[in-house]
């Protein structure tokens, strides 16, 4: 419905690994947006796209990394997984100053 | 302090009830406001806006006090339906913060027959 997909769906993965998530949205929404949202908890802010280029950071560390790619789509990278990184990482793109939020990766850290 | 806060709930409440969730907010700055709406295990959905003038969609009215800053969601002849969580968000704008959206914690509601 939002037009924002996200993959995998699931993931698991052990401490000290890398990982990659991925987003594509629709046409014209130039900004996209990386939350994390642990259990119980709200979405936190992790990073902003716009047009290819950061433009925007949350309180997350240098080992959560990203892109954007001239086809909508993006990139959450996180190095060096640590066990507090399990959440549920949420996509949302922008258009018309409207989010719209994709159904998000559950990533599990063991 | 949490930039954005809201009582976690559970708030349970039988169908037809009228419930109020308030939410409040520590920037000054934040330029726009909304309620979003999370059903178990999904992504955050857009219920609302809030405008300082206050507004209504239906059986939901939404309030917002700049000078108070705080933010309130009301919701009127309660459905089975709407039992969710309910996400307060404010939006910063700044040199860093890009266009970011600020979440409280979520309030929980469950609608009961």
């Known amino acids: 419905e939002t037009g924002v997909t996200q993959s995998p769906t699931h993931l698991i993965k052990t401490r000290g690994q890398q990982v990659t998530l991925r987003c594509s949205s629709q046409s014209g929404h130039n900004t996209v947006s990386w939350y994390q949202q642990a259990l119980g908890q709200g979405p936190q802010f992790i990073f902003q796209?716009?047009?290819?280029?950061?433009?925007g950071r949350g309180n997350f560390p240098p080992r959560f990394s990203g892109l954007q790619f001239p086809n909508y789509s993006s990139e959450l990278n996180v190095n060096a997984l640590e066990l507090d990184d399990s959440a549920l990482y949420l996509c949302?793109?922008?258009?018309?100053?409207?989010?719209?939020f994709g159904p998000g990766t559950r990533l599990t850290v063991l | 302090r949490k930039e954005v806060e809201q009582d976690p709930g559970p708030f349970n409440v039988p169908e037809g009830a009228t419930v109020a969730f308030n939410c409040t907010y520590s920037?000054?700055?934040?330029?726009?406001f909304f309620w979003y709406r999370q059903d178990c295990r999904k992504e955050p959905k857009l219920l609302m806006s809030v405008y300082s003038s206050g507004n209504e969609d239906g059986r939901f009215t939404a309030q917002l006090n700049r000078a108070s800053q705080y933010i309130s969601l009301l919701i009127r002849d309660s459905k089975l339906s709407d039992s969710a969580t309910y996400l307060c968000?404010?939006?910063?704008?700044?040199?860093?913060?890009?266009?970011?959206?600020?979440f409280g914690g979520g309030t929980r509601l469950m609608v009961k027959p």
């Open positions: 796209y716009y047009r290819e280029e950061e433009n």
């Open positions: 949302a793109s922008r258009k018309e100053g409207t989010q719209y």
């Open positions: 920037n000054s700055a934040s330029q726009s």
């Open positions: 968000v404010v939006n910063m704008v700044g040199d860093n913060a890009g266009n970011m959206l600020t």
